[in-house]
């Protein structure tokens, strides 16, 4: 009822919604179909639209839940943008609990309202798989594509191994290895075309990010409204990260400007935080992670 009263009527006659009730007055509230959204200011004692303790908290309940599902869509706008640019393949489920959140509902009204924030979780990604170096892992995260004939290469240390050109993989990507013919095994990214369609799954095997420190070519899509000095500012944004550029070319296409570079990056965090920087600089529209 109180979503719905649009006045009141006592004794016959048509007060203000802060009449104060006297003994014996004859109340008639008048209400519509439509429900109407309650004012913050009713929750003012001193303007007197709401009396009792109950309704007060009937209408700070309403606000919680308008905040909530505010929260819930802003985050899950952050978070789907982040991850899209990056090209990350974990669900909203296994995101969540990177955070230690069990429903997804909760995790993006979380980023929503700040008490968790996309770099926590990109963070969390990185982590998740340990530091750089490929090493073979047993075939547990491969069940639906490895035989028990695979099994004989796993844990072989002095296994050569390759990133694959056609996906580069970087820490922190979800990654499966490929025997060659010739050339070890080669790492490609989960969701990589090559891996979904492969014939030959006794050829998959299980990989995993091991301790040291490596470079990973990452190509970089900058889409910017084109302007003299774009060029400069964003190359000047990248150094400034410490982030070496091995490849550079811009495109013109009317008054827009797309560069791409291919730069030299340590894993999934390092790259998350040069999208931020690169999303600073003047004229620039979106930043993403390029297929090769």
């Known amino acids: 009822l109180i979503f719905r009263c649009i006045g009141a009527k006592v004794n016959g006659k048509l007060v ?4 104060k009730l006297q003994n014996g007055d004859t109340v008639q509230v008048l209400t519509s179909n439509t429900v109407r959204s309650p004012s913050l200011d009713w929750l003012n004692q001193e303007a007197g639209y709401i009396r009792t303790a109950s309704a007060r908290a009937r209408v700070r309940q309403w606000f919680k839940r308008q905040e909530r599902s505010a929260n819930i869509q802003r985050g899950r706008d952050m978070y789907n943008k982040q991850i899209k640019r990056l090209n990350a393949t974990m669900s909203d489920s296994e995101a969540a609990e990177m955070v230690g959140i069990a429903k997804v509902e909760d995790f993006f009204a979380a980023l929503g309202d700040g008490s968790v924030t996309v770099n926590q979780v990109v963070q969390k990604l990185s982590n998740k798989e340990a530091e750089n170096i490929v090493e073979i892992k047993p075939a547990a995260a491969l069940p639906s594509i490895l035989p028990s004939s695979a099994i004989e290469v796993l844990g072989v ?15 922190g990507d979800e990654i499966a290895g490929y025997i060659t013919r010739s050339r070890g095994v080669t790492v490609h990214r989960r969701n990589c075309p090559n891996i979904l369609n492969e014939t030959e799954k006794e050829r998959l095997v299980t990989v995993a ?3 040291t420190q490596t470079l990973y070519p990452v190509r970089i899509q900058v889409r910017a409204w084109d302007r003299v000095g774009l060029l400069r500012d964003v190359t000047a944004a990248v150094s400034d990260e410490g982030v070496n550029i091995a490849e550079c070319v811009s495109e013109e296409y009317a008054d827009m400007s797309i560069i791409t570079l291919t730069a030299h990056i340590r894993g999934i965090d390092q790259l998350s935080t040069l999208f ?12 993403t992670r390029a297929h090769s």
């Open 157 to 171: 240390g002095d296994l050569l191994t390759s990133i694959a050109r056609c996906c580069n993989p970087i820490n």
């Open 276 to 287: 931020f920087r690169l999303e600073g600089v003047k004229g620039v529209i979106g930043v």
């Open 16 to 19: 203000p919604l802060t009449y």
């Open 209 to 211: 990010w091991g301790k």
